[in-house]
């Protein structure tokens, strides 16, 4: 009996002083895994597949990182994200608006990411240039640009062949279009309206757009608004043109039924050119799959300067929590803009992503349509941010063009108010701001 | 005497007539909306725009149903839907009867000062409160669950509150003295005598607290971050701002989240049937 | 005597007392919900509105700044203002008159007015983003409301695309969901005594003196809920604005409140946003206040 006492007592000892040997070795112990929460933008269907092959993709490449994924839709995002960011509960890495990047800099809400991008040896040239600096705040970067968008001009290859038009040659200036249009315009036997050559609708050809083509632009270089200038009253007597040519009748019969559906006139046949963004081309596949289109570079003032096009997106941008997570967050936010993975989604989901070598992937190089959108993509402009009131395209802008289009004011008087309204805005601001 | 109840019964019948003819025509008007859901829901995408307009599709599509509740966890976000509602109709009619009780027919001091207060709490935009609201939740540690969801229910609904008050108000008062004189503690004068009483704006409270909770999305967004714990306003708003609108799954999804509020709205009509008589009140 | 008096006295001191307890007790729930969960966003509000908090940790104390612009020289505040008194001024007596008008009509014990009262609800079943589809159809120039009015030789206007009439149309809209102010007169009607009418019909009386001298005294309490709480709601409609026209065209349907929510999530100028809403709130409760005795001497409780 003495004897199994004695034994048992070496057992115990031997097995403590494993316990012992083991817990002071950190090397065998488990490895850490850190867990980081990302809020994309896709709740459900196609683009919410691939994210999940991808992040699985991820997690497989990193065992040690752990990635909580939510998505929210278009809309969304501004409703969780702003409370969650003053709150301090926003997510290590989140999907957001590429517009507004600054603003959250301002406010310290987001984190820098020059060191990071500098240790990984991230090239940001390869990303579209007006996109990267979009996310530069006092000169640092502070989001990485992950997707945006840019409009082109569609039209209808059949309307084209039946009023005898080229169907492979799309209108390079504004008064060409006009010329179209008039070709375009169908009225049947009963003096019913059923085509038009091109949609008016406002949101297609937005005011910035047109004031874009015609070399107008909105701030100058010490960030004064330049509302009012002459090229961009010219824009506008040019839309009231092109709808007076279009014709009033074409709203109230035509373009109501895809004001109500917000899917564009062109889709249903009744309008032969609009101007769309790139994932226009699926509402065409749901809606029209048989439609014969073709796409072009948005018209100018004079077919060949002025080139410009309108984008706005998505960026992918970090709080820190702490310095593990942070690099975590960061070596997600490298996968999900690396060339293999920005090409994933732009194959799958039809996405315009920031990084310009996913355009080189043969798939996109045999496809016409997307040449033209990679073509696009570098006369794409983004707004320009305006602290003072984040909102001044659809807030200051548009009110005032639309007064115009409805000959409530001359275009001239309308682009002055427009002017005034901002600097009143302004200096509201800097009231409230005691700058 | 009988020529003169056989004139009021014929100018009864016609009266009946009339107005049953004025609801019917008014059904349709109000009738539109729902089958306009209807057929859109049950046409292809290309007849949603076509010119001119569609009325009933060619070819009934119910696949849209199918195709629309596979594009996230049907059952699930209803099981969590019913959950809240249920908790929320439970704590909203208990607490708003209790509070519009003490307002219409106890007298305390300060219950006008406080009556303002309710009113003056229903008039400052949720806009302003949501992300201090927000920051309060967070300090509890409430986030990502549901208790924000349904706690603030047992506090009762300032509107429902209000609602309560006025129907309380119209019992008489001598129906709570005699009860008191009797001996009766109040809260079985709330419990037995006055609360079956009001049974039509119980029901009217029950059924606004539903439509409340099964259509709000802004608060499981705000404070759930599970996807497998949202709820169905929040499933439909996964189809309403996409970038290529799929209307005929959105209308499917739409008429199928309806259908409950329906069906409870129509089951709860019998709260509405019967009128109080009133009779065994000690004049 | 005297002692007897006392007692009396006491006894009712005593009852007055236990009254005022169980008013508490009662009332304790929304008590102290309201400290809990209202008091702090509610006085947060109040004080953002003396600053120029945009969401950062970065503002400070501005004073009456926000109230100033506000009151001066924001050119969007008489146009949202006007807008919004507006819809209340158009919506809430039609609200009132067409949800009484349903629910007199609905209060018959007819077979299938369960269905029919059912019907009259489905509007505020509908989504509002289904819905805003639906209604941007029946407001089409040839759309069903305008195609409806040429019977009568009208010509109807371009509803939603014109500044002059995208308000009224959204008037129109909010009037199909009377169906939940139908259910509450329906609910108050439920409450009148069948033997009022009874006694009335013995009088002689016809269905108009009826309604006049019977229905609507006994529903006011009804009524007086409904006005207030149509009130409250149409001065911060905002939502139906922000899905079918987004404040356009030209401002046109620019409420309040909407507004409000751009000042705040959209510009980030959550300081005035929330001076905005205290404003609001000053206004609304002023104007509840004139209603409730404007009210007193004409509603009619029973006890």
Redo the contacts between chains.
């Keep these: 009996m003495n004897s199994m006492k004695k034994l048992w007592k070496r057992i115990l000892c031997l097995a403590l002083s494993c316990i012992l040997l083991l817990s002071a070795c950190p090397a065998l112990a488990e490895e850490e895994v850190i867990e980081i929460d990302f809020w994309h933008h896709y709740p459900s269907g196609t683009g919410a597949e691939i994210m999940t092959e991808v992040l699985a993709d991820f997690m497989e490449k990193y065992p040690n990182i752990k990635v909580n994924e939510l998505g929210l839709g278009l809309g969304e995002q501004g409703e969780k994200l702003v409370p969650a960011l003053v709150a301090g509960t926003a997510p290590d890495i989140f999907v957001y608006d590429l517009a507004t990047v600054q603003e959250r800099a301002m406010k310290n809400q987001t984190m820098c990411l020059d060191e990071y991008v500098k240790n990984a040896g991230m090239d940001m040239t390869r990303y579209f240039p007006a996109t990267v600096d979009i996310c530069t705040y006092d000169g640092k970067l502070y989001g990485m640009p992950y997707m945006t968008d840019t409009r082109v001009l569609f039209y209808n290859k059949d309307h084209f062949r039946a009023a005898g038009l080229d169907p492979e040659v799309a209108p390079k200036s504004w008064e060409e279009v006009l010329e179209y249009v008039e070709k375009l315009n169908i009225t049947d036997e009963n003096g019913e309206v059923t085509q038009v050559g091109f949609s008016t609708i406002w949101w297609e050809i937005a005011p910035w757009t047109m004031g874009w083509t015609f070399g107008a632009d909105y701030w100058d270089a010490e960030n004064n608004p330049t509302l009012n200038t002459p090229q961009m009253v010219e824009a506008l007597k040019y839309v009231i043109k092109l709808t007076e040519a279009v014709g009033a009748d074409a709203y109230q019969k035509l373009f109501d039924a895809a004001m109500a559906t917000g899917i564009s006139p062109f889709t249903n046949g009744t309008a032969s050119m609009c101007v769309q963004f790139n994932g226009f081309c699926s509402t065409l596949a749901t809606y029209a799959p048989e439609l014969d289109y073709g796409v072009a570079l948005i018209p100018t003032s004079d077919g060949v300067n002025n080139k410009a096009s309108w984008g706005a997106g998505y960026s992918l941008e970090f709080t820190f929590k702490d310095e593990k997570r942070a690099e975590a967050a960061f070596l997600l936010g490298q996968y999900l803009t690396s060339t293999e993975v920005a090409t994933k989604f732009l194959l799958g989901n039809s996405e315009y992503v920031c990084n310009m070598d996913a355009y080189q992937d043969p798939a996109v190089q045999a496809d016409p349509v997307w040449q033209v959108f990679a073509e696009s993509g570098e006369y794409t402009r983004i707004h320009h941010f305006c602290p003072e009131l984040p909102t001044w395209p659809n807030s200051v802008l548009l009110p005032e063009w639309q007064n115009a289009l409805m000959g409530a004011k001359t275009p001239e008087q309308a682009m002055e108010d427009a002017q005034k309204n901002m600097l009143t805005e302004i200096e509201n601001y800097r009231l409230l701001n005691g700058l | 005497m009988a020529q003169e109840s056989t004139l009021r019964k014929t100018r009864n019948f016609i009266g009946k007539t009339l107005i049953v003819v004025i609801l019917l025509a008014g059904a349709v008007i109000f009738l539109f909306p729902f089958l306009w859901m209807l057929s859109t829901s049950l046409k292809t995408p290309q007849e949603i725009i076509a010119i001119p307009t569609v009325w009933i599709p060619k070819k009934l599509q119910w696949q849209n149903y199918s195709v629309a509740l596979s594009y996230f966890p049907f059952l699930r976000y209803l099981a969590n839907t019913l959950y809240l509602v249920m908790m929320n109709m439970l704590g909203t009619v208990l607490s708003s009867a209790l509070v519009g009780y003490a307002f219409a027919r106890l007298r305390w001091p300060g219950r006008e000062f406080w009556f303002k207060i309710l009113l003056a709490t229903m008039m400052l935009p949720a806009t302003v409160t949501m992300v201090p609201q927000f920051i309060l939740f967070k300090n509890f540690g409430w986030l990502d669950s549901y208790l924000p969801l349904i706690v603030p229910a047992f506090a009762g609904s300032a509107t429902n509150i209000f609602l309560l008050r006025q129907f309380f108000r119209t019992i008489p008062n001598s129906l709570s003295e005699c009860a008191r004189l009797d001996g009766c503690g109040e809260l079985r004068i709330f419990w037995k005598i006055i609360l079956p009483l009001c049974k039509p704006a119980l029901a009217t409270v029950a059924i606004f607290t539903f439509m409340f909770t099964w259509n709000d999305f802004m608060g499981p967004l705000l404070y759930i971050n599970d996807k497998m714990r949202y709820t169905l306003s929040y499933g439909l708003r996964t189809f309403q701002i996409q970038s290529d609108s799929k209307w005929h799954l959105t209308m499917a999804a739409s008429v199928v989240v309806a259908l409950p509020s329906l069906a409870l709205f129509f089951s709860f009509q019998r709260y509405f049937i019967e009128g109080i008589t009133l009779t065994g009140l000690k004049e | 005597m005297i002692h007897v008096s006392g007692k009396k006295t006491h006894r009712m001191n005593k009852?007055?007392r236990?009254?005022?307890?169980?008013?508490?007790?009662?009332?304790s729930?929304?008590?102290?919900?309201?400290a809990?969960?209202?008091l702090?966003?509610?006085l947060?509000?109040l004080y953002?509105s003396f600053t120029?908090y945009?969401?950062?940790?970065?503002y400070?104390w501005?004073g009456l700044?926000?109230y100033k612009?506000l009151f001066t020289?924001?050119?969007l505040i008489p146009i949202s203002a006007q807008n919004t008194l507006f819809f209340a001024l158009l919506s809430v007596p039609l609200n009132l008159v067409i949800g009484i008008a349903?629910a007199v009509?609905?209060n018959?014990?007819?077979r299938g007015i369960?269905?029919?009262?059912?019907?009259?609800?489905?509007?505020?079943?509908?989504?509002i983003?289904?819905?805003?589809?639906?209604w941007?159809?029946?407001f089409?120039?040839?759309?069903?409301l305008n195609a409806f009015l040429g019977v009568f030789g009208i010509k109807g206007p371009?509803w939603?695309?014109d500044?002059a009439w995208a308000k009224p149309a959204l008037v129109i809209m909010n009037c199909?969901n009377a169906?939940?102010t139908m259910?509450?007169y329906?609910?108050?009607?439920?409450?009148?005594?069948?033997?009022y009418y009874e006694a009335a019909?013995v009088d002689g009386a016809g269905?108009i003196r009826k309604f006049f001298s019977i229905t609507l005294p006994?529903l006011s309490?009804?009524i007086?809920?409904n006005t207030?709480?149509g009130i409250?709601g149409a001065?911060?409609t905002f939502s139906t604005a922000l899905v079918m026209t987004?404040g356009?065209?030209?401002?046109s349907t620019t409420f309040y409140?909407l507004m409000?929510?751009?000042r705040?999530?959209?510009?980030?100028?959550?300081?005035?946003?929330?001076a905005m809403?205290?404003v609001?709130?000053l206004v609304?409760?002023a104007l509840?206040?004139v209603v409730f005795r404007l009210g007193t001497s004409k509603v009619h409780?029973?006890?």
């Design positions: 009852m007055r236990q009254e005022a307890l169980y008013g508490y007790l009662f009332a729930p929304w008590l102290i919900g309201l809990v969960f209202t702090y966003p509610v947060s509000s953002y120029n945009n969401f950062s940790q970065n400070k501005i700044a926000n612009i020289s924001d050119y349903i009509m609905m018959q014990k007819i369960r269905m029919l009262r059912t019907v009259y609800y489905l509007p505020n079943v509908v989504s983003v289904a819905v805003s589809m639906l941007y159809f029946i089409q120039s040839n759309g069903v371009n939603l695309m500044p199909w169906g939940s259910i509450i329906l609910a108050g009607l439920k409450g009148i005594p069948t033997s019909d269905p006994l309490p009804s007086l809920y207030i709480i409250i001065l911060q987004d356009g065209p030209v401002h409140v409000l929510y751009r705040a999530f959209q510009d980030m100028r959550m300081g005035y946003a929330s809403a205290w609001l709130m609304t409760f509840t206040l409780y029973e006890s």
